[in-house]
Each structure stands twice: as C-alpha cells, then as structure tokens.
C-alpha cells in the first residue's frame, strides 16, 4: 500500500475546513484523532486505509505539516472555493498528525533526505512514489517525535516531558507523557524540562 501527498497552498487557500487549524492542533495535541475531509484531484488512486501526508505551499514554513489515514470513500460535494460553484472530490482523513507552522518538516530537508519524490506538485492527490515510502515514514516519525515534544524556551532541550492533566482516555503513546490527574496542586504546570528542570504552560 502506497502513501498519497495532500496539498494546502496556505496564501492561495487560507483553511477554508472544519474543524479550524488551530482546533486541529489542538485536539491532536490532547490524544485525539479528528476527522476532516481534504480535497484531491482525483480518487482514482485512493484506497481506504491508506495513509496521506499534507503539504503546505505558498508563504513562509513550506513543508509537511500534517499526517493521518484514508478511512472512507471518495464523494463529491461543494467546492471549498467560495467563490466556485462546482463540485469537487473528497476524501475522509482521520488524522493523527498535525503540527504548528513553525515546526514543519522544511522543503529543502524533503528534497535532500527524499530526492525520489517531486516535492512540488500541482495538484492535491498524488500519490508518494515506491521507492520514497520508507525513506519518508522514517523521516517524518523522527521529525515529528521532535516536534511534537517541543523545546524548552531556557535552554533549548528537545527532552521536554508533557504533563497532561484532568482525565485523559487515551492518552498518546509517547515515553515522555506523564499523567497528573485531576488534583494538582496550583503551581502545576504542563511542560517540564528534563535537562534543565524549567517548567511551563503551553
């Protein structure tokens, strides 16, 4: 199974979806794996199950920036364009990735760690060449353990644990998550430094 490169062109197209971006961040943040459809060019080559990778085009912090899996069939509906009155084809994405701008995977490092792939598509809906799947898994797992645990604004270490607190179902599986609880005391905070010891709020 072969992986499909989505599109967002965030000058060109702004996030015209539901839910927001910053809700997406959000919420994946806390363990969550939110629904939202992506446009493509065409659902010939999407199967279900399959997982897609976005790419952000247009302005600063060009890169991948958001990851997840096909879990539904193609269907057509209005286009996201306001201004377009035609249909366009979607594809339902449960994703379990999406960063802040400032953390994407830059452009150059996909053109030099994963020269196999053409990093500058058209289109939304391509799919990820064979010979580029394993090299890019890789480098986006490495890239997005780093991301997502953050850096601490005093020193700059990447170990940086997440202190989640109140009740979590399904807390993300990730050695550096700690779980508080809901009784904490009124200095808690919910990122600490484990080179440093600094402590914080994100």
Not at 8 to 29: F, K, Q
Not at 43 to 54: D, F, S, T
Not at 86 to 113: F, H, N, Q
Request: glycine residues 8%.
């Amino acid at each position: 199974m072969t992986s499909i490169l989505l599109t967002w062109n965030s000058t060109r197209e702004g996030w015209d979806h539901e839910p927001s971006y910053e809700d997406m961040v959000g919420a994946i943040e806390e363990g969550d794996e939110p629904e939202m459809a992506w446009s493509v060019r065409s659902a010939r080559y999407v199967e279900l199950g399959e997982p897609v990778y976005l790419l952000r085009q247009g302005g600063d912090h060009r890169g991948l920036i958001g990851s997840g899996t096909v879990v539904g069939p193609p269907f057509e509906a209005k286009s996201w364009k306001n201004d377009d009155p035609s249909t366009t084809t979607y594809v339902p994405i449960r994703w379990d990735t999406m960063l802040v701008e400032e953390d994407v995977l830059p452009l150059d490092i996909l053109r030099a760690k994963v020269p196999q792939q053409y990093w500058s598509p058209q289109s939304s809906g391509n799919r990820i060449k064979p010979e580029a799947e394993d090299p890019l898994a890789r480098l986006w797992q490495s890239h997005v353990e780093k991301a997502v645990r953050g850096f601490c604004p005093a020193c700059g270490s990447n170990q940086v644990t997440h202190v989640l607190i109140g009740l979590v179902p399904e807390p993300p599986d990730y050695p550096w998550i700690e779980l508080a609880g809901c009784v904490v005391g009124d200095d808690m905070r919910n990122r600490r430094c484990e080179s440093c010891g600094n402590r914080w709020n994100r």
